[in-house]
């Protein structure tokens, strides 16, 4: 007697192995961790067979069988939420509680099932998460329709993995479709290797689009330096072109316009007044008179030994 006594878990605080309260989302999951814990003390029977112990024994001991039930009994209350507490009131034995519990949730444990069922269906990869989250999210779902009863092959689960992938994994999609049979961690294993290749490329790319950009940036400042030389060399020519323009300058000056292509006249006062053509080193004489030097009497010598004036235009400009 003191044997079994001592086996019952008395002291045991079974809130801390349930992160949430049970309540009418969740009771598929509570449920099978909570059977796992009436196995592992070996309680498992309290909530299967119907019973209404007495509290004493003859002797006027406790009874073993009711303090099992009381405590499979506190671990259901303990462990529900407050609105299944209340439901759970009229409730005196483990087993009444137990049943009641999968009445009431039950009709709602199936709608739940066709939840998760389409849940799985329409499997999404989120782009930002990595492949190990996502494919802990499909194992969940999994592992929930499984528990509730609903059987669904690794074959079936994989396709729906594989169909919630993006663009990127269509050539690793449709290698795996072809294989005949692939269990969950091998296909485990083959994804996270495809995602570590993706990332590789996808480094490997950024690092030549970089590279590419620095060439671009330098063959741009280079092919700008040239087009500023250019300019400065171009501009500098032409203002030595124009040097030498101006108002008052007169045709044949060396600078001026038509230089280089016409001959330069000078007027020759010891050739009685003609003009001589210089080209080059040689020289020859052209008696043509300019039509403005119609009047030669200024260009003849003066008495006084001063020099003659220049020979001059009988033709004013209007001002």
Known sequence: MTTTRSSIPTSFNIAHLFTSPMDRNNFLCWK????????LHDLEDVIKTETHPQKKLPDGSLN????KDKLVLSWIKATASSSIKTLLIPCSTAYEAWTLLEKRLSPLSKTYIRTLRDQIHTLKKDPEKSFADYLIHA?????SVTAAGTSISDGKLIDYILDGLGHEYKEFTTSLHLRPSLTFDEFYDLLKQEEQLLKRMSSLSLSQSVALTSDRSTNDQATQNRAQSTNQH???QTRFQNFGRGRGRRRGWH?????????NWN?????????TRENGSQNSRDHR???????????????????????????????
């Open 32 to 39: 099978s961790h909570f059977e796992d814990v009436l196995e």
């Open 64 to 67: 073993p069988t009711y303090s």
């Open 139 to 143: 194992k969940s779902l999994f592992d």
């Open 234 to 236: 171009n501009h500098s």
């Open 255 to 263: 600078s001026g316009r038509n230089s280089g292509r016409s001959p």
């Open 267 to 275: 007027f020759n006062y010891h050739n009685g007044g003609t003009f």
């Open 289 to 319: 008179r300019p039509q403005f030097l119609t009047d030669t009497r200024s260009s003849m010598p003066s008495h006084d030994g001063r020099p003659p004036l220049l020979p001059t235009s009988p033709y004013q400009p209007p001002f």
